[in-house]
C-alpha cells in the first residue's frame, strides 16, 4: 500500500494548521486561554518529551536495548518524584528573577560575559542531532508510505513548513514573559493525538496480528527467544547511565525547561504533573513490545523503528497509515517547534549582534528588532537540523541521535548542582568544567557519529584508545564527559572565590537563602528620570513602556518618589528586562543608567529592612536555632509595633523603614504609607517638624506644641543613632511621646501648688499692704491742711510711691498664680536669672520668717532660656523648703557659675540636713517628711518636673558643713 506525496503533505499542512488554530483561539478567547492554566492540560504540554523518537525510534531501541528503553520513562519519574527538592526552587527562581532560557539560567547564577554565549552554543550544537532525528523520522516516515519520494525532499519540505508554523506560534509578536497559552494547549492537543495513535496502532497490531492477547501468550510461548533477547541488554548494564541521561533531560533539554518554566503560567500546576506527565509516559512506552513483537511475527522486513507503519500497512488501510503518520508527524513538530523557540531565545540574546545596541541604533524600536531577530534564529536553527539530517542519513538508529543530545544538556548537571546548592561555586569553576565535559562529549559520542557517517574516517575509537572496551558506549561517554566536568568545576570553584555579583545571585538561587538583589539607592529621584535614563539605550518608546509595565507590576503610582519605591521599580525593571534580553544584558543597562548611590552597600537599617521584608513576605523553611530567633524576632518586633510609644526608624537619607502602630495613630498615616518614603514627603507638619528635629543637634525635645487636625498635642521627641561594627552611623530611630494627658495634669497639679502658696502668703500680703495703706491714710488727711503747693505735690508723690508699692506686690502675686500651660519652645523666653531669683526672694518676703536672710552670688549677667512663671515657681519651692529647715537669725545661700553649656545654682541652708533614707524618695509626688497636715508633698516634685521639662537636672544632697543643699542645673541662654 502506498500513498501520494500530496495527501501527505495536505493532511500533514491541515494538521499543524489545526494545530495553529487552536493555539490562536486561545490567545485571542480568554476563556479557552484559561484552560492552559489547568494541571492537567499543563502535564499534557510536557509530552513534548516525546518526540518522534518515543512514536518511531523506541521501536528500534527496543531491538537493540530491550527493555532498557524503559529507562528513558523512569529517568524522567525520578526526576519529576524529587518535583519539590528540584523542580519546585527552579521555577520559583526562574520566575522571580524572569528567567526564560537555560542561557538566562546559569548567566545569572555564573556571572560572565562567556557564560550564556556558551550555554547557548552547547544547547544549540547538542540538539541537532535531536533535530536531525525529527526530520529523518518524518521524512523516512512519508518514504515508507509514499515508496517514491527522496527522502531528502520530503526532510526539506517538512523543515520549510515547521520553520512557517515555529514563527506563527511563537514569533507572530514580542510577549516579554514569554506565556503563550495556545503553544500550550496546541502542545497539550498533540500529546492526545500521539498517545491515541499509539494506543491505536497496538490495539490493532495486537488483534489483526495475533487474535488478541491469548495468541500473543500462544506465540511467546512457541518464541521464548523474543522475551530472552528483551532481557539480555539488561543483565549486561547501561541502565545506570541512561537513567542519568533520561534524568537530565527530563528539565534540561532545551523544549523541556522552555514548557516547565517559561510557559507555567499557573505553578501549582507542577502539582499535578509530578505524577501525571510520568503516568502519560507510562502509557505511550507500555505499548511498545506489543509492537515489537508485532511486527516480528508478521516478518515485515524493515527497520523496527517503523513497525507501526509497516502494521499500517499489512492491514492495507490508507486511514490507520495516516493516523500513524500524524502521530509520529505531531510528536516531531511539537518537539521543533517548541526546540526552535527556546534556542531562538538564547540565540537572540546571546549569540546575535541584534541586541547589542548602539548610538546610532537607539531611536530603533528593540521590540521590532527582537522579534525579527527571533524569527531569523528559528529559520536558521532548522536550517542547520536540516543540514545535520543530510551529513548523517547513513546513521540508522534514531535512539543514538537522541541519546546523543541526552547526553549533551546531562553536561550542565554539576553546573546545576552547584547553582542550587553550593554558593561557593564560580563562574570559572562552571566555564572550565563546562568546556571540559563538551570536549569529552565531542570525544565519546560526537566523533563516532562522524567515523559512522564516513565524515571523518581518520579519527581513532575513543574506547579503544582509553582501554574501556569493558564498558558500554553510553556509560562510557557519561563517565568521562561528566566526571571530568564535575571534577574541574569543583576544583576551580575552589580555588577561585566568587564576586559580589556571583555571591548576591548565590543567595538568590539557594532554596533557604534571601533573594534580595541590589544595593543601595537609585540616585534617580523620580519615575520620569528613570525613564529619561533607559531611554538612552532603549528608545522613549522601549523605555517608557518597561517602566509602566514594572510600575504596573508593583501597583505603584507614577508620581511616586519614595527612594524604597524607586530601588523596587529599578529591580523590577532589570527582571523584566532579564525576560526580555536575557539577565547579563539586563544587568549591565540597568547598571549603567540606573545608577546607584555612590556607597554602593547596604546601609544597616536597608539591611534589616530587606530581611525583615523577606521573613514576612516569603514563607521560608526555618529550623533548628534560625526558628527560635525568627520567633523572638517576631515577638520582639510585635512589642515594638504594640508599644503606645510611637517610634519611627529612618536611613542616613531620611527613608523611613519603620513606623509602628502608635505612631501611624498620632500621625494618622498607615504603616504600609510611610514605609518606604522619605521623611520629606509626609504631609505637615510632620515633615518639617521630624526634618527640624533631625537637623537639630539636640536629641530630646520636651512638650512641644503641636498643632493637629484632632487639635492641639503636647510632644516629647527623643532621638537615637544605630551604627555599624565600625562605629559608623547606619541610620535613626525617632521617639514620639504624646505627653498631653500628663501635661495637663502636671499643669494642674502645679497650680494647686501655687494656689496653696498663695493661700500662705495670703497673711503676708496683707501685712504688705496695710503698712503702705496706712501711709497713704496719713499723708491723704494732711493734704487739705497744706497751702503751701511745693508740699502738697511732695505729698502726693508719696502717695503715689506707696501705690506703687501696692502695685508691685499685686502684680508678683498675679504672676506667680498665673496659671501657665507649661514650657514649650515655642513659649521659652530669655530670662536673667538674678532678676528672676529677686522676684522669688521678695515673695517669700510676704509672708516669710523676718529673721531670715538671703544671700545671691554670680546670678548678674547669667540668662536662661524657659517658662518665668513656672521657673518662679521652682525658686519659691526651693527657698520654701530652705527657710523651713533653717533656724533662727540663718541665712540662706544662692550663687550661681556657669559650667559648658549650663549654669549651676546652687541653694543652702542652715538646717539639719536631709535623713539619708529620705534622699532617694524626696521627688517622689506625696512623700514628705512634715507631719500629717503640714504638708502635701508636691512642692518638691512639681519642681522636679519642671526643671527637667527645661532640659535640666534638680538633685538635693547634704553639706559635709551641715545643712541641705539643693543643685540645679538649667541650659545656658547665650543670645
Request: aromatic share 8%.
Given at each position: 500500500?502506498?500513498?501520494?506525496?500530496?495527501?501527505?503533505?495536505?493532511?500533514?499542512?491541515?494538521?499543524?494548521?489545526?494545530?495553529?488554530?487552536?493555539?490562536?483561539?486561545?490567545?485571542?478567547?480568554?476563556?479557552?486561554?484559561?484552560?492552559?492554566?489547568?494541571?492537567?492540560?499543563?502535564?499534557?504540554?510536557?509530552?513534548?518529551?516525546?518526540?518522534?523518537?518515543?512514536?518511531?525510534?523506541?521501536?528500534?531501541?527496543?531491538?537493540?536495548?530491550?527493555?532498557?528503553?524503559?529507562?528513558?520513562?523512569?529517568?524522567?519519574?525520578?526526576?519529576?518524584?524529587?518535583?519539590?527538592?528540584?523542580?519546585?526552587?527552579?521555577?520559583?527562581?526562574?520566575?522571580?528573577?524572569?528567567?526564560?532560557?537555560?542561557?538566562?539560567?546559569?548567566?545569572?547564577?555564573?556571572?560572565?560575559?562567556?557564560?550564556?554565549?556558551?550555554?547557548?552554543?552547547?544547547?544549540?550544537?547538542?540538539?541537532?542531532?535531536?533535530?536531525?532525528?525529527?526530520?529523518?523520522?518524518?521524512?523516512?516516515?512519508?518514504?515508507?508510505?509514499?515508496?517514491?519520494?527522496?527522502?531528502?525532499?520530503?526532510?526539506?519540505?517538512?523543515?520549510?513548513?515547521?520553520?512557517?508554523?515555529?514563527?506563527?506560534?511563537?514569533?507572530?509578536?514580542?510577549?516579554?514573559?514569554?506565556?503563550?497559552?495556545?503553544?500550550?494547549?496546541?502542545?497539550?492537543?498533540?500529546?492526545?493525538?500521539?498517545?491515541?495513535?499509539?494506543?491505536?496502532?497496538?490495539?490493532?497490531?495486537?488483534?489483526?496480528?495475533?487474535?488478541?492477547?491469548?495468541?500473543l501468550n500462544d506465540w511467546l510461548a512457541a518464541h521464548p527467544e523474543a522475551v530472552d533477547a528483551l532481557y539480555e541488554p539488561v543483565r549486561q548494564g547501561g541502565w545506570f547511565a541512561m537513567m542519568i541521561l533520561a534524568f537530565a533531560a527530563a528539565f534540561l533539554l532545551p523544549r523541556q525547561f522552555h514548557m516547565l518554566f517559561t510557559e507555567n503560567i499557573n505553578?501549582?500546576?507542577?502539582?499535578?504533573?509530578?505524577?501525571?506527565?510520568?503516568?502519560?509516559?507510562?502509557?505511550?512506552?507500555?505499548?511498545?513490545?506489543?509492537?515489537?513483537?508485532?511486527?516480528?511475527?508478521?516478518?515485515?522486513?524493515?527497520?523496527?523503528?517503523?513497525?507501526?507503519?509497516?502494521?499500517?500497512?499489512?492491514?492495507?488501510?490508507?486511514?490507520?497509515?495516516?493516523?500513524?503518520?500524524?502521530?509520529?508527524?505531531?510528536?516531531?513538530?511539537?518537539?521543533?517547534?517548541?526546540?526552535?523557540?527556546?534556542?531562538?531565545?538564547?540565540?537572540?540574546?546571546?549569540?546575535?549582534?541584534?541586541?547589542?545596541?548602539?548610538?546610532?541604533?537607539?531611536?530603533?524600536?528593540?521590540?521590532?528588532?527582537?522579534?525579527?531577530?527571533?524569527?531569523?534564529?528559528?529559520?536558521?536553527?532548522?536550517?542547520?537540523?536540516?543540514?545535520?539530517y543530510g551529513l548523517l542519513q547513513v546513521v540508522e538508529g534514531l535512539a543514538q541521535l537522541g541519546l546523543i543530545s541526552f547526553a549533551a544538556v546531562a553536561q550542565l548537571l554539576p553546573g546545576l548542582i552547584g547553582l542550587m546548592l553550593w554558593k561557593q561555586a564560580t563562574r570559572v569553576g562552571f566555564l572550565l568544567g563546562l568546556g571540559a565535559g563538551i570536549a569529552?562529549?565531542?570525544?565519546?559520542?560526537?566523533?563516532?557519529?562522524?567515523?559512522?557517517?564516513?565524515?571523518?574516517?581518520?579519527?581513532?575509537?575513543?574506547?579503544?584508545?582509553?582501554?574501556?572496551?569493558?564498558?558500554?558506549?553510553?556509560?562510557?561517554?557519561?563517565?568521562?564527559?561528566?566526571?571530568?566536568?564535575?571534577?574541574?568545576?569543583?576544583?576551580?570553584?575552589?580555588?577561585?572565590?566568587?564576586?559580589?555579583?556571583?555571591?548576591?545571585?548565590?543567595?538568590?538561587?539557594?532554596?533557604?537563602?534571601?533573594?534580595?538583589?541590589?544595593?543601595?539607592?537609585?540616585?534617580?529621584?523620580?519615575?520620569?528620570?528613570?525613564?529619561?535614563?533607559?531611554?538612552?539605550?532603549?528608545?522613549?518608546?522601549?523605555?517608557?513602556?518597561?517602566?509602566?509595565?514594572?510600575?504596573?507590576?508593583?501597583?505603584?503610582?507614577?508620581?511616586?518618589?519614595?527612594?524604597?519605591?524607586?530601588?523596587?521599580?529599578?529591580?523590577?525593571?532589570?527582571?523584566?528586562?532579564?525576560?526580555?534580553?536575557?539577565?547579563?544584558?539586563?544587568?549591565?543597562?540597568?547598571?549603567?543608567?540606573?545608577?546607584?548611590?555612590?556607597?554602593?552597600?547596604?546601609?544597616?537599617?536597608?539591611?534589616?529592612?530587606?530581611?525583615?521584608?523577606?521573613?514576612?513576605?516569603?514563607?521560608?523553611?526555618?529550623?533548628?536555632?534560625?526558628?527560635?530567633?525568627?520567633?523572638?524576632?517576631?515577638?520582639?518586633?510585635?512589642?515594638?509595633?504594640?508599644?503606645?510609644?510611637?517610634?519611627?526608624?529612618?536611613?542616613?537619607?531620611?527613608?523611613?523603614?519603620?513606623?509602628?502602630?502608635?505612631?501611624?495613630?498620632?500621625?494618622?498615616?498607615?504603616?504600609?504609607?510611610?514605609?518606604?518614603?522619605?521623611?520629606?514627603?509626609?504631609?505637615?507638619?510632620?515633615?518639617?517638624?521630624?526634618?527640624?528635629?533631625?537637623?537639630?543637634?539636640?536629641?530630646?525635645?520636651?512638650?512641644?506644641?503641636?498643632?493637629?487636625?484632632?487639635?492641639?498635642?503636647?510632644?516629647?521627641?527623643?532621638?537615637?543613632?544605630?551604627?555599624?561594627?565600625?562605629?559608623?552611623?547606619?541610620?535613626?530611630?525617632?521617639?514620639?511621646?504624646?505627653?498631653?494627658?500628663?501635661?495637663?495634669?502636671?499643669?494642674?497639679?502645679?497650680?494647686?501648688?501655687?494656689?496653696?502658696?498663695?493661700?500662705?502668703?495670703?497673711?503676708?500680703?496683707?501685712?504688705?499692704?496695710?503698712?503702705?495703706?496706712?501711709?497713704?491714710?496719713?499723708?491723704?488727711?494732711?493734704?487739705?491742711?497744706?497751702?503751701?503747693?511745693?508740699?502738697?505735690?511732695?505729698?502726693?508723690?508719696?502717695?503715689?510711691?506707696?501705690?506703687?508699692?501696692?502695685?508691685?506686690?499685686?502684680?508678683?502675686?498675679?504672676?506667680?498664680?498665673?496659671?501657665?500651660?507649661?514650657?514649650?519652645?515655642?513659649?521659652?523666653?530669655?530670662?536673667?536669672?538674678?532678676?528672676?531669683?529677686?522676684?522669688?526672694?521678695?515673695?517669700?518676703?510676704?509672708?516669710?520668717?523676718?529673721?531670715?536672710?538671703?544671700?545671691?552670688?554670680?546670678?548678674?549677667?547669667?540668662?536662661?532660656?524657659?517658662?518665668?512663671?513656672?521657673?518662679?515657681?521652682?525658686?519659691?519651692?526651693?527657698?520654701?523648703?530652705?527657710?523651713?529647715?533653717?533656724?533662727?537669725?540663718?541665712?540662706?545661700?544662692?550663687?550661681?557659675?556657669?559650667?559648658?553649656?549650663?549654669?549651676?545654682?546652687?541653694?543652702?541652708?542652715?538646717?539639719?540636713?536631709?535623713?539619708?533614707?529620705?534622699?532617694?524618695?524626696?521627688?517622689?509626688?506625696?512623700?514628705?517628711?512634715?507631719?500629717?497636715?503640714?504638708?502635701?508633698?508636691?512642692?518638691?516634685?512639681?519642681?522636679?518636673?519642671?526643671?527637667?521639662?527645661?532640659?535640666?537636672?534638680?538633685?538635693?544632697?547634704?553639706?559635709?558643713?551641715?545643712?541641705?543643699?539643693?543643685?540645679?542645673?538649667?541650659?545656658?541662654?547665650?543670645?
Open positions: 500500500m502506498t500513498l501520494s506525496l500530496g495527501l501527505i503533505y495536505a493532511v500533514g499542512v491541515a494538521y499543524l494548521a489545526l494545530l495553529f488554530g487552536i493555539a490562536f483561539l486561545a490567545d485571542r478567547v480568554p476563556r479557552v486561554g484559561r484552560l492552559a492554566a489547568n494541571g492537567w492540560v499543563f502535564s499534557l504540554s510536557l509530552g513534548v518529551y516525546a518526540t518522534s523518537w518515543t512514536f518511531y525510534g523506541n521501536l528500534g531501541f527496543l531491538a537493540d536495548q530491550g527493555y532498557l528503553y524503559l529507562t528513558i520513562y523512569l529517568g524522567v519519574t525520578l526526576a519529576f518524584a524529587a518535583t519539590p527538592w528540584l523542580l519546585r526552587p527552579l521555577l520559583r527562581l526562574t520566575r522571580e528573577q524572569q528567567l526564560t532560557s537555560l542561557a538566562d539560567l546559569f548567566a545569572f547564577r555564573y556571572r560572565s560575559r562567556f557564560t550564556g554565549p556558551m550555554v547557548a552554543l552547547f544547547m544549540l550544537a547538542g540538539v541537532l542531532p535531536y533535530i536531525a532525528l525529527q526530520i529523518k523520522a518524518v521524512a523516512e516516515s512519508a518514504a515508507v508510505l509514499t515508496a517514491e519520494t527522496p527522502p531528502h525532499l520530503l526532510a526539506l519540505t517538512f523543515s520549510g513548513t515547521i520553520a512557517l508554523f515555529a514563527i506563527l506560534f511563537g514569533a507572530r509578536h514580542i510577549a516579554p514573559r514569554e506565556k503563550h497559552a495556545g503553544l500550550v494547549l496546541a502542545i497539550a492537543f498533540e500529546s492526545i493525538v500521539k498517545l491515541l495513535a499509539i494506543l491505536v496502532i497496538a490495539a490493532v497490531a495486537l488483534y489483526a496480528v495475533f487474535g488478541g492477547l491469548g495468541g505553578p501549582q500546576a507542577l502539582n499535578t504533573a509530578a505524577w501525571a506527565f510520568p503516568a502519560f509516559l507510562l502509557l505511550l512506552n507500555l505499548p511498545m513490545p506489543v509492537l515489537y513483537w508485532a511486527g516480528e511475527a508478521a516478518g515485515l522486513g524493515i527497520s523496527p523503528n517503523y513497525y507501526a507503519i509497516g502494521i499500517a500497512g499489512l492491514l492495507e488501510s490508507p486511514s490507520l497509515a495516516l493516523l500513524v503518520f500524524i502521530g509520529g508527524l505531531s510528536a516531531a513538530s511539537a518537539m521543533m517547534i517548541v526546540t526552535t523557540l527556546a534556542l531562538a531565545h538564547m540565540g537572540t540574546n546571546y549569540l546575535s549582534p541584534l541586541t547589542r545596541l548602539h548610538e546610532e541604533e537607539r531611536s530603533a524600536n528593540l521590540y521590532t528588532r527582537l522579534l525579527w531577530g527571533r524569527r531569523i534564529w528559528i529559520v536558521f536553527i532548522i536550517g542547520l537540523g536540516y543540514a545535520f569529552g562529549w565531542a570525544f565519546t559520542l560526537v566523533m563516532p557519529l562522524l567515523s559512522d557517517a564516513g565524515i571523518a574516517t581518520a579519527l581513532p575509537d575513543p574506547q579503544r584508545l582509553l582501554r574501556a572496551e569493558m564498558l558500554d558506549p553510553w556509560t562510557f561517554a557519561l563517565m568521562l564527559s561528566l566526571g571530568v566536568n564535575a571534577v574541574l568545576f569543583v576544583v576551580g570553584s575552589l580555588l577561585t572565590r566568587p564576586n559580589p555579583e556571583e555571591a548576591e545571585a548565590g543567595r538568590a538561587c539557594c532554596p533557604n537563602e534571601s533573594t534580595a538583589t541590589g544595593a543601595g539607592l537609585p540616585l534617580a529621584g523620580d519615575v520620569t528620570e528613570m525613564e529619561t535614563a533607559l531611554a538612552a539605550t532603549l528608545g522613549p518608546g522601549t523605555a517608557r513602556h518597561e517602566v509602566q509595565r514594572a510600575l504596573d507590576d508593583l501597583g505603584l503610582p507614577r508620581h511616586t518618589r519614595s527612594r524604597g519605591d524607586l530601588r523596587h521599580l529599578r529591580e523590577r525593571i532589570e527582571r523584566n528586562l532579564s525576560g526580555l534580553l536575557g539577565p547579563v544584558l539586563a544587568r549591565m543597562i540597568v547598571d549603567q543608567h540606573l545608577r546607584l548611590d555612590a556607597a554602593g552597600r547596604h546601609t544597616l537599617s536597608e539591611s534589616l529592612r530587606r530581611i525583615e521584608e523577606q521573613l514576612e513576605t516569603r514563607p521560608l523553611p526555618l529550623s533548628g536555632l534560625a526558628a527560635e530567633l525568627d520567633a523572638l524576632r517576631r515577638f520582639h518586633r510585635q512589642i515594638l509595633h504594640e508599644l503606645p510609644l510611637g517610634v519611627a526608624s529612618l536611613t542616613n537619607t531620611g527613608e523611613i523603614t519603620g513606623w509602628n502602630q502608635a505612631l501611624a495613630q498620632l500621625t494618622q498615616v498607615a504603616t504600609e504609607d510611610a514605609v518606604g518614603q522619605n521623611i520629606r514627603q509626609l504631609d505637615s507638619p510632620w515633615s518639617g517638624l521630624l526634618t527640624a528635629f533631625l537637623e537639630s543637634p539636640d536629641r530630646q525635645w520636651y512638650k512641644l506644641n503641636v498643632d493637629l487636625p484632632s487639635g492641639n498635642r503636647r510632644l516629647n521627641l527623643h532621638r537615637s543613632e544605630l551604627q555599624d561594627a565600625q562605629g559608623q552611623v547606619e541610620g535613626r530611630v525617632v521617639l514620639i511621646e504624646d505627653v498631653t494627658e500628663r501635661a495637663q495634669l502636671e499643669s494642674e497639679i502645679a497650680h494647686g501648688d501655687r494656689l496653696a502658696s498663695i493661700g500662705r502668703f495670703a497673711a503676708g500680703v496683707a501685712h504688705e499692704i496695710g503698712n503702705p495703706l496706712t501711709g497713704i491714710a496719713s499723708l491723704a488727711q494732711t493734704l487739705p491742711l497744706e497751702d503751701d503747693p511745693q508740699e502738697i505735690r511732695g505729698i502726693a508723690d508719696d502717695i503715689l510711691a506707696q501705690t506703687r508699692r501696692i502695685n508691685a506686690i499685686v502684680q508678683s502675686l498675679i504672676t506667680f498664680a498665673h496659671a501657665d500651660e507649661g514650657p514649650s519652645a515655642g513659649h521659652f523666653e530669655t530670662i536673667a536669672l538674678d532678676e528672676l531669683v529677686a522676684e522669688a526672694i521678695r515673695l517669700m518676703r510676704l509672708a516669710g520668717r523676718k529673721d531670715l536672710q538671703f544671700t545671691t552670688t554670680g546670678l548678674e549677667g547669667l540668662h536662661v532660656r524657659g517658662s518665668h512663671a513656672t521657673l518662679l515657681q521652682v525658686f519659691i519651692n526651693l527657698l520654701t523648703n530652705a527657710e523651713q529647715a533653717s533656724p533662727e537669725n540663718s541665712t540662706v545661700a544662692i550663687a550661681a557659675r556657669l559650667h559648658g553649656r549650663h549654669i549651676q545654682i546652687t541653694i543652702d541652708d542652715a538646717g539639719p540636713g536631709i535623713a539619708e533614707s529620705s534622699l532617694e524618695r524626696l521627688f517622689e509626688p506625696f512623700f514628705t517628711t512634715k507631719p500629717a497636715g503640714q504638708g502635701t508633698g508636691l512642692g518638691l516634685p512639681v519642681a522636679y518636673s519642671i526643671v527637667r521639662d527645661h532640659g535640666g537636672t534638680l538633685m538635693a544632697a547634704n553639706r559635709p558643713e551641715g545643712g541641705a543643699r539643693f543643685l540645679l542645673t538649667l541650659p545656658r541662654d547665650d543670645s
